[in-house]
């Protein structure tokens, strides 16, 4: 991913500039640009990986600190914990 920011980062503004030079306006790089996108997208769409299932383990842990966390702040904001 780095290498493709670095590669467009060096290609891209010489390519708009010949571009420029060539026919006198930056409309010409557009298409470029957007052909690079849908490769780019095609790409990183082939080499998705479907994601992992969470273990129990963390998935119990998750409702317990939602569990948690809703105690201390049904305790906080009722006046228990600060009284006026």
Known sequence: MF???GTS???????AGFMKTS???YMGVFPFVLAFAVIGLVIAY???????PIPEFFN???????FFTSITRSI???????PD
Do not use: R, T
Request: net charge positive; charged share 5%.
């Open 9 to 15: 980062g060096i290609v891209g503004p010489q390519l």
């Open 3 to 5: 290498l493709a920011y």
């Open 46 to 52: 082939s080499l998705m990986k479907p994601p992992k």
């Open 60 to 66: 119990s842990l998750m409702h317990f600190v939602f």
């Open 23 to 25: 026919s006198g306006s």
């Open 76 to 82: 906080m904001f009722s006046g228990i914990m600060y």
